[in-house]
C-alpha cells in the first residue's frame, strides 16, 4: 500500500496493530545518495566505516520507506504479509513548528531512482513530514510553554494614544462575548469607520478566543468596512498541539517501531540504520563510535541484516550472490524449503526492486526462507538469531565483515598487512612486482601515492619484512601495519577526521595481468589512482601517516 500524507494519520493506527501483532518487521530505505565505494577502502576497521559514512551522508534523505508485517500462522505454517510503501519530504508550507530544512542528493543516485520509475512527483507533493527526536523534544518544550501562557486570561487590548476608543471597544466586546454564549446565533456583523477601532477588536478576539471564532472583512460604501464573525463549529477547531502532532508526521510510526522492540530485518542497512537514526532521531550521529553501537542497539535492540546472515556457511555456500534479487531467485530453489507467504500488494514473480515497499517485502521473504532452511539442520529458532542478531553487515571488507551492535570488537591485528609509500608514478604492477616473491597479494589503494598490501601466505610475512621494512634509499617506503596505526592514531589524537572526496583517474588500473602463477587481488573501487601531480616538474615528498587523510 502507497502511504503519502493523504492517508497516514487514518491508516497510522491501523499499522501499529499489525506491528504488535506481527511475528517481525522488514525495512528498506530508498535515499538521495549513500557513500560512494570509491571512498571506502577493504581496510577500514568498523570505526574507520562508520566515521566514513557518518561524514559524507550528513545532508541525504529518505525519500521513501518500506515497512512490511510478517504474521506466522502456525495452523497452516503460512505468513500473512502487510506492505507499505511509504512516501516522506519535509514540509514546510501551512507548517507552525517545523524548520525550512536543506538536504543533499547525488545525481546518480536520483538517475538510478529515475531509472528504476521512482515518482519524484509523489514524493514533493504528497510526502509525509517528519522531525526528529531532539528536535521534536525543543519543539514541544516550546509549544507547552506558549499553551500555558495563552491560557492564562488577559486583560482587553486598548490603543495607548486613543482613550476616546475604549468604551467602543468594550461595548463590542461585550456584544460578541453575548453573541459567543447564544447557541442560537452563528453569525454576527458589525460596521467600521474607525481604523484603529477595528484593528483593535481583530486582536481581543483573537487573543481571547483563538481558534473558536473567525471573521472576515468587506469594503462597504463610504469607506466603512464590515467585519462578518462566524462561530467554528467545535468538531473542526485544532488545538496547538493537534496541529503539533501532525507536523510530527512519520516520525511517530518510526518511534513507535522503536518501542515495540520486534525483530527488525534488513538487507546490507548499514547506511539505513544510520540513516534512520540521522533523520527520525538525532543529528548530528555521535562521534564516538561505541556510543553510535549503544544507541542503535537501545533504539532498535533486535536487528538482523540477511546479507551478512548469508555471508557465513553454511548459507555461503549455497548463495553465491547476495543480492537482494539475486538471493530471492536462489532462495526460491532446492535446497530452500518452499515458505508459503500471502500479499495481496507485492508477489516475487511480479519485481518492482528499487521500490522500497517491494524490497523490504523481498527482504522478509529472503529472511523467512533461509531461518526456515536453517531449522531443518540446526534446530532451535531463537538460537538461530541469537547467533546472527546485533550484526552489521560491512561490504567490501578484507577481514571485518560485521559491526557487532552489542559486544565490543576488537580492531583486527592485521600481522600479514603492510602499509606501503610510493611515487604517484606506480601502478598496480609496480607493487605486484615488489612483492611478487612473498606470494599473492591483497592490495588496497588508499590514494595515487599509498596502500596497504596484505599477503595471503601469512608463513612470509617475516621474510618480506625483513628484506623490505625500514630500507632506506629506495623511491618506496614499507612499513608495517601496526606501525601506520600507531602513528595515525598519535597525528589524529583531538583531531576531527576529514575525508573528503578525491579526484581518481581509472586509466591505468585493470591493465595487470599476474604472471609466474602468482596472484594478486586489488580492492577495484578505492584503489583508483590520481593522475601525477607536479609542481614546476617537482613531485613533492611529504611526511608519512601524518599527512595521509585518505583513510
Not at 120 to 135: H, R
Not at 212 to 232: A, D, G, Q
Not at 240 to 266: A, M, V
Request: net charge negative.
Amino acid at each position: 500500500m502507497d502511504v503519502t500524507i493523504d492517508n497516514f494519520e487514518q491508516i497510522l493506527p491501523e499499522i501499529k496493530q499489525k506491528i504488535e501483532e506481527c511475528s517481525f518487521c522488514s525495512i528498506d530505505c530508498e535515499l538521495t545518495g549513500i557513500t560512494q565505494y570509491k571512498n571506502l577502502n577493504s581496510f577500514d576497521t568498523p570505526r574507520i566505516r562508520y566515521e566514513k559514512i557518518k561524514n559524507n551522508d550528513t545532508n541525504f534523505l529518505i525519500l521513501q520507506f518500506g515497512l512490511c508485517l510478517f504474521k506466522y500462522n502456525v495452523d497452516d505454517k503460512s505468513y500473512e504479509t502487510n506492505a507499505y510503501n511509504c512516501y516522506l519530504f519535509p514540509r514546510s508550507v501551512n507548517c507552525k513548528y517545523t524548520r525550512d530544512m536543506s538536504f543533499s542528493c547525488l545525481n546518480s543516485s536520483l538517475e538510478f531512482l529515475i531509472d528504476q520509475n521512482f515518482d519524484f512527483n509523489k514524493v514533493f507533493k504528497k510526502g509525509i513530514s517528519f522531525v526528529s527526536k531532539d528536535q521534536e523534544e525543543i519543539m514541544r518544550h516550546k509549544l507547552e510553554l506558549d499553551m500555558e501562557e495563552k491560557s492564562v486570561p488577559k486583560s482587553t487590548l486598548y490603543p495607548s494614544k486613543k482613550e476616546e476608543l475604549h468604551k467602543q471597544i468594550d461595548t463590542l466586546m461585550a456584544e460578541i462575548d453575548e453573541f459567543v454564549q447564544n447557541e442560537n446565533e452563528t453569525r454576527k456583523e458589525i460596521k467600521f469607520t474607525e481604523f484603529v477601532l477595528r484593528i483593535f477588536i481583530e486582536k481581543n478576539i483573537r487573543q481571547k478566543y483563538q481558534k473558536r471564532l473567525k471573521y472576515e472583512n468587506k469594503f462597504l460604501e463610504n469607506k466603512e468596512r464590515l467585519m462578518i464573525i462566524t462561530k467554528v463549529d467545535s468538531q473542526d477547531i485544532k488545538t496547538d498541539l493537534e496541529d503539533f502532532e501532525k507536523e510530527i508526521g512519520f516520525s511517530k510510526l518510526i518511534w513507535f517501531l522503536s518501542q515495540s522492540q520486534k525483530l527488525i530485518i534488513g538487507h546490507n542497512m548499514m547506511t539505513d540504520i544510520m540513516q534512520i537514526l540521522r533523520q527520525f532521531f538525532t543529528s548530528p550521529l555521535p562521534e564516538n563510535f561505541e556510543d553510535f553501537k549503544s544507541m542503535t542497539h537501545s533504539l532498535f535492540p533486535k536487528i538482523l541484516d540477511t546479507k551478512y546472515m548469508a555471508s557465513l556457511p553454511p548459507l555461503k555456500e549455497l548463495i553465491l550472490n547476495t543480492t537482494l534479487g539475486d538471493m530471492d531467485k536462489i532462495l526460491s530453489k532446492d535446497p530452500f524449503p518452499s515458505v508459503k507467504i500471502e500479499n495481496d500488494l507485492y508477489s516475487v514473480n511480479d519485481e518492482k526492486l528499487h521500490e522500497a515497499g517491494y524490497d523490504a517485502y523481498l527482504t522478509g521473504c529472503c529472511f523467512a526462507r533461509m531461518m526456515h532452511y536453517l531449522e531443518t539442520i540446526k534446530g532451535s529458532r531463537s538460537t538461530i538469531e541469537e547467533f546472527y542478531i546485533n550484526k552489521l553487515y560491512l561490504m567490501k571488507s578484507f577481514d571485518t565483515t560485521y559491526i557487532d551492535l552489542k559486544n565490543f570488537q576488537e580492531e583486527p591485528k592485521r600481522d600479514n598487512v603492510f602499509y606501503v609509500e610510493f611515487p604517484p608514478s606506480w601502478e598496480t604492477q609496480d607493487l605486484y612486482d615488489l612483492f611478487s616473491p612473498y606470494g599473492p597479494i591483497f592490495i588496497g589503494w588508499i590514494n595515487e601515492k599509498s596502500a596497504f598490501v596484505a599477503l595471503q601466505n601469512t608463513d612470509n610475512v617475516k621474510k618480506a619484512a625483513g628484506q623490505l621494512v625500514g630500507v632506506s634509499g629506495r623511491e618506496y617506503k614499507v612499513y608495517f601495519y601496526s606501525t601506520f596505526i600507531n602513528q595515525k592514531n598519535k597525528s589524529s589524537f583531538g583531531e576531527k577526521k576529514e575525508n573528503g572526496t578525491k579526484l581518481i583517474d581509472k586509466r591505468k588500473r585493470n591493465k595487470v595481468e599476474p604472471n609466474q602463477g602468482a596472484e594478486v587481488a586489488i580492492d577495484e573501487s578505492s584503489e583508483i589512482k590520481k593522475v601525477k601531480k607536479e609542481e614546476n616538474g617537482i613531485v613533492k615528498n611529504e611526511k608519512p601517516f601524518e599527512e595521509n587523510t585518505d583513510w
